[in-house]
């Protein structure tokens, strides 16, 4: 099994940054690719960005394109998700998840994965 803890949430004023973390603790971590998703009060989660196995390629929702920027380091088993520019609809709660099976490439909907952390909360002021 793979568990996955978020770091790194709080409070930021627009255009402030944050650097959110995830750790990973489990044997096969390299072998999945990984996502972040958040989820707003009343909302569905939706994705954020995607990286897959070895970190070589990268996928954005259009809203995080050139503000957010996904890596992973499977050496030391953490995936980050670095936030520029924030605005006040990126409030949210983040999630790292794990796609959990023999796959190369990373998906955009949640049902493809089978780890999720528990959420850090980031909240954007005006």
């Known amino acids: 099994q793979v568990q996955l803890v978020e770091s790194g949430g709080g409070l930021v004023q627009a255009g402030g940054s944050l650097r959110l973390s995830c750790a990973a603790s489990g044997r096969t971590f390299s072998r999945y690719p990984m996502g972040w998703f958040r989820q707003a009060p009343g909302k569905e989660r939706e994705f954020v960005a995607g990286?897959?196995?070895?970190?070589?390629?990268?996928g954005y929702a259009d809203f995080a394109k050139g503000r957010f920027t996904i890596s992973r380091d499977n050496a030391k088993n953490k995936v980050a998700l670095q936030m520029n520019s924030l605005k006040p609809e990126d409030t949210a709660v983040y999630f790292c998840?794990?796609?959990?099976?023999?796959?190369?490439?990373?998906?955009?909907?949640?049902?493809?994965?089978?780890?999720w952390g528990q959420g850090t909360q980031v909240t954007v002021s005006s």
């Open positions: 998840a794990a796609v959990g099976r023999a796959a190369d490439d990373y998906y955009r909907l949640p049902n493809s994965y089978s780890y």
């Open positions: 990286i897959n196995l070895s970190g070589s390629v990268t």
